[in-house]
């Protein structure tokens, strides 16, 4: 994947997040979920911003996820996480709209897309999103549904510490935040993945040394050129479509490559 591209999509979404806080969220003392509603909660009652308790809450977790996930993922979660902390320095905390449901929902669908796009260019917001990846490589767990489990907490502590009303807009913003990630993330959806190509051995040695999936080679042949082609089959996690995308396309731009959703995967299909 073009590495200038997924930094643009990781800022420009990072930066929507911070906008969806200050502008939403933050005013009507409605949380997010996880790490970043502490981070808020720190922020509406410190005199710190609440992008600065972002960084410095998800240095730990980020040190879990370095090892759990990967180098590239927490790099590009860093870069994430310090986008949204510096968007919500100059981003001004204040109102669109008085209604607090309004911004609730808003807001969290503004989150759920942000959200959704980051972590499908294999990055994160930090906070339990990396806890929810490292688990959903284990089991097919839909991720914005983890998320909203592990989150509940974060609905508890607000209605605590302000009141049960804005806990229950949480609680609501939270739920529509979970909903759009999976829409926008579905990793947990798996996809048949056939390619046709002259450069076999260079795809299949491309798709293998890139990810941990098997790869089935079958010999075919053009009906209408009748010239012999190599045939790949395999199945991957629809989180893995843009990586695999790119990588067929710089071993061989021509290739024919087939993608449907699968209904069920029964056997050895690795999660992580």
């Known amino acids: 994947m073009n590495h200038l591209y997924k930094y643009s999509v990781l800022f420009v979404f990072s930066i929507a997040l911070g906008f969806a806080f200050n502008m939403f969220l933050l005013p009507h003392e409605v949380l997010t979920g996880g790490v970043t509603g502490l981070a808020m909660v720190f922020g509406l009652l410190s005199p710190i911003n609440a992008g600065i308790w972002l960084v410095i809450l998800n240095i730990p977790i980020l040190i879990i996820?370095?090892?759990k996930v990967g180098k590239e993922f927490i790099w590009n979660s860093i870069f994430?996480?310090?986008?949204?902390s510096i968007a919500m320095q100059y981003i001004p905390v204040m109102k669109v709209t008085d209604d607090a449901l309004l911004s609730a929902v808003f807001g969290g669908v503004i989150a759920g897309i942000s959200?959704?796009?980051?972590?499908?260019?294999?990055g994160s917001t930090g906070g339990f999103d990396v806890i929810g990846l490292v688990l959903t490589q284990k089991r097919d767990i839909p991720l914005g549904g983890l998320i909203f489990g592990l989150n509940s907490i974060v609905v508890?502590?607000?209605g605590f510490i302000f009141a049960w009303d804005l806990a229950l807009y949480t609680m609501a913003s939270i739920y529509i935040t979970g909903i759009v990630i999976d829409r926008v993330h579905t990793r947990h959806i798996k996809l048949n993945l056939m390619v046709v190509t002259d450069r076999g051995q260079e795809v299949k040695d491309e798709l293998l040394g890139n990810l941990i999936r098997g790869v089935t080679v079958m010999n075919g042949q053009g009906g209408y050129s009748n010239t012999e082609r190599k045939?790949?089959?395999?199945?991957i996690s629809r989180y893995e479509l843009a990586i695999v995308k790119s990588l067929i396309s710089s071993v061989d731009p021509k290739a024919f490559v087939s993608?449907?959703?699968t209904v069920e995967v029964?056997?050895?299909f690795r999660r992580s």
């Not at 994430?80 to 949204?84: A, I, M, P, R």
């Not at 045939?231 to 199945?235: A, K, Q, S």
């Open 266 to 268: 029964v056997g050895n």
């Open 156 to 158: 508890f502590v607000s």
């Open 231 to 235: 045939v790949l089959y395999t199945v």
């Open 80 to 84: 994430s996480v310090f986008t949204t």
């Open 65 to 67: 996820g370095w090892m």
């Open 259 to 261: 993608v449907s959703e």
């Open 115 to 122: 959200i959704g796009f980051i972590i499908r260019f294999y």
